[in-house]
C-alpha cells in the first residue's frame, strides 16, 4: 500500500511537471534599470529575510522587502572592472566577485561587503582570470569559478584562495567563444541539497556538469547535459525536487535540466535580455518565484541589434528552490 502511495505520488509530480512545461509561465518586470547610468545588472542572490542583492556594475544594491531598490556599496574597481557574482555569507556580508574583460586591468578579486556596506578585499585572484559565480559550502568554505582560467576556487574562513578543481571539462571554447568578446568556460555554480554535488555550467560548449564531492575534495566530473539550447549558459539554481534552472545569457532564454539530463526551454524571448543570474525567492510569499537579472549585456555592446533593456525580473515556478547553505 505504502509502495502505491508512493508511486502514486510521483506521478502526479510527473504530471504536474509535464503540465507547467506546456506553457510558457509569464516573466515581469519587477524593477527596470538605467542604460544611461551604465547600470547593467548581472548578479542576484537572497538572503533568509527575503531581501534581493544585485550586483549592477561597480556597485552593489539591494532589493528590499517592500519593494525600494537601495545602493549598498560601491567597489573600488578600476576603469574596466565589474561585479558578478554575489552570494550572502555565513556571517550575514555579501561576498562578490569582479573582474575585467580588459587586457591589463587589475580587477580579480573577491569583496566583503558588512550589512552595513563596510567594503573589504575578501581574496586576490590572478588578474588574467575571471573569478565568476560563488557558491558556500556546509563548512563555510566559498567556491567560485573562474571562466577565464577554467577551474574553481576554494577560498577558507581566512581569504585564501587555493585551485580546487582544474579540468578540461570546465575550460572555454577560444575557437568559438558564446559570448564573441571573451571565451567563457565554468560559469554558474550551484550546490545539490545533499551538498554532496556541486554543479556548473560551461558557457561556450552549452554544459551542465556535476562534481562529487567527498571530505571537501572533487573526486568525479561528469557530463549531466550538453545541448545547443545550453550555449551561453550563465547563472544555475536548483529547486527542492533537483531540477536545474539555467540563464541562457545570449540567446535569452530560461532553460531547465531535469535529474535525467533532459533539456528544455521554460521561457525565452522579451522581456529577458542576456539573463545572467538566477535566485529563488526566499520570503513568506515569494517561494515559488525565481528571480532573474537581465544583463542586456549583448544589446548593450552592439554584438546584437536592439534596444538594451537590463531589469531585474522574475517568473513564476511550480517547486521552491533548495535553501542555500
Not at 39 to 68: C, M, R, W
Amino acid at each position: 500500500m505504502r509502495r502505491f502511495a508512493t508511486m502514486a505520488w510521483m506521478f502526479a509530480i510527473s504530471f504536474l511537471t509535464a503540465t507547467v512545461s506546456l506553457a510558457s509561465p509569464p516573466v515581469t518586470v519587477v524593477h527596470p534599470f538605467d542604460l544611461t547610468m551604465g547600470q547593467l545588472p548581472e548578479s542576484v542572490t537572497t538572503d533568509a529575510a527575503g531581501n534581493l542583492f544585485i550586483s549592477v556594475g561597480g556597485t552593489v544594491s539591494k532589493y528590499t522587502t517592500d519593494h525600494q531598490l537601495v545602493r549598498l556599496a560601491t567597489l573600488p574597481l578600476p576603469n574596466g572592472g565589474s561585479s558578478l557574482g554575489i552570494k550572502v555569507g555565513p556571517d550575514g556580508a555579501l561576498y562578490v566577485a569582479s573582474a575585467a574583460f580588459t587586457p591589463g586591468v587589475v580587477a580579480s578579486f573577491v569583496w566583503r561587503v558588512s550589512p552595513t556596506g563596510q567594503v573589504s578585499v575578501f581574496a586576490t585572484l590572478p588578474p588574467e582570470g575571471i573569478p565568476n559565480d560563488l557558491a558556500f559550502d556546509e563548512r563555510g568554505d566559498l567556491y567560485v569559478t573562474d571562466s577565464g582560467l577554467g577551474q574553481i576556487w576554494k577560498i577558507g574562513p581566512n581569504g585564501k584562495p587555493e585551485v580546487w578543481l582544474a579540468d578540461p571539462l570546465l575550460q572555454g571554447d577560444p575557437a568559438h567563444p558564446a559570448a564573441v568578446i571573451h571565451a567563457l568556460g565554468a560559469n554558474g555554480l550551484a550546490f545539490d541539497r545533499s551538498g554532496h554535488y556541486l554543479y556548473v555550467s560551461n558557457t561556450d560548449y552549452g554544459r551542465i556538469l556535476r562534481i562529487r564531492i567527498q571530505h571537501g575534495q572533487a573526486r568525479d566530473i561528469d557530463i549531466v547535459a550538453t545541448s545547443p539550447l545550453l550555449v551561453g549558459a550563465d547563472g544555475i539554481a536548483l529547486d527542492i525536487l533537483g531540477t536545474l534552472y539555467v540563464a541562457v545569457n545570449t540567446t535569452d532564454r530560461i532553460v531547465t535540466v531535469d535529474h535525467h539530463g533532459a533539456v528544455a526551454v521554460l521561457v525565452e524571448g522579451s522581456p529577458l535580455d542576456s539573463p545572467s543570474s538566477l535566485a529563488f525567492g526566499s520570503g513568506c510569499a515569494d517561494h515559488h518565484t525565481l528571480y532573474l537579472t537581465n544583463f542586456a549585456i549583448q544589446h548593450a555592446l552592439g554584438i546584437r541589434p536592439g534596444m538594451p533593456a537590463p531589469s531585474l525580473a522574475s517568473v513564476p515556478v511550480p517547486f521552491r528552490g533548495i535553501d542555500l547553505p
